[in-house]
């Protein structure tokens, strides 16, 4: 038999919404993959030509990028961030809606005026979409990398501003920031490997049912 296809999903706040999608799309994992106690990372489904793997959202580009897993669900923003030429982003799955912004201290929003900026400090976990937003109008953008936890940047001095993804709005509130401007809006995305898509027949089926599976 043929090595399975390997479906990457994130462990995080997508995979509840994605499950969903699963279902309708024909897949359905085995018990320990909704275990939050298991420790596997490699789950079979009730389908034997496919596998799935659980990773951290910015692994799941990595993972299908590379081959090691054919297909993959993923947020818009890690997709910007990377870049990645080998992947192919076929199906907006429209789950795991939300923006990322740029935010600031609400004082500091009182007087501030984006157009007059030349250059900002921003602490975010996402370098490379900052440096292309602000560039494109001509504002140098000097990043701090952060994976989590941005909203702390301002009140202890790290960066004045951070970039951040945004939903209901309430870390920024709780954090006293205020958005300042929107970047793009974000969506989950089925997300394939080139190079599977052309040599595994079992991946333009899968294609087909992920965007039934949107629409459904
Ligand atoms: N507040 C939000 N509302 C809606 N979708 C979100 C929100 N935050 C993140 N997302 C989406 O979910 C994806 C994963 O985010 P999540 O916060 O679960 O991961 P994480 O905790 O940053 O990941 P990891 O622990 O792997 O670093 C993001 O890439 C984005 O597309
Ligand atoms: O506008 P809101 O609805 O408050 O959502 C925004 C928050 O959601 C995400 O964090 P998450 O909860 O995933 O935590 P993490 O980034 O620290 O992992 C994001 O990084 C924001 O902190």
Not at 33 to 53: E, G, V
Not at 130 to 146: D, I, N, P
Not at 159 to 179: C, F, M, Q, Y
Request: proline content about 6%; glycine content about 6%.
């Amino acid at each position: 038999m043929t090595d399975p296809i390997i479906i990457a999903v994130p462990k995080g706040r997508i995979l509840d919404e994605a499950m969903p999608l699963l279902a309708r799309a024909g897949i359905v994992p085995e018990a320990a993959f909704r275990d939050p106690d298991s420790r596997a990372l490699r789950f079979r489904t009730d389908r034997p030509d496919i596998d799935l793997i659980r990773v951290r959202a910015f692994d799941v580009a990595t993972f299908v990028a590379h081959g090691a897993a054919q297909l993959g669900i993923v947020g818009s923003d890690v997709l910007a961030e990377f870049d990645y030429s080998e992947l192919y982003a076929p199906v907006d799955l429209k789950i795991g809606h939300c923006r990322i912004s740029v935010a600031e201290p609400a004082g500091m929003a009182a007087t501030d005026d984006p157009r007059g900026w030349s250059h900002v400090r921003i602490a975010t976990k996402y370098p490379h979409t900052t440096q292309r937003h602000f560039a494109a109008r001509g504002v140098q953008a000097e990043c701090v990398k952060l994976n989590g936890a941005m909203e702390l940047a301002p009140v202890l001095s790290l960066a004045p501003r951070i970039v951040d993804l945004v939903s209901s709005g309430r870390t920024l509130k709780e954090n006293g920031l205020v958005e300042v401007e929107t970047i793009a809006e974000v969506t989950s995305r089925l997300v394939v490997n080139r190079a599977a898509f052309k040599t595994r027949e079992q991946v333009v089926p899968l294609v087909d049912a992920f965007r039934r599976a949107v629409a459904a």
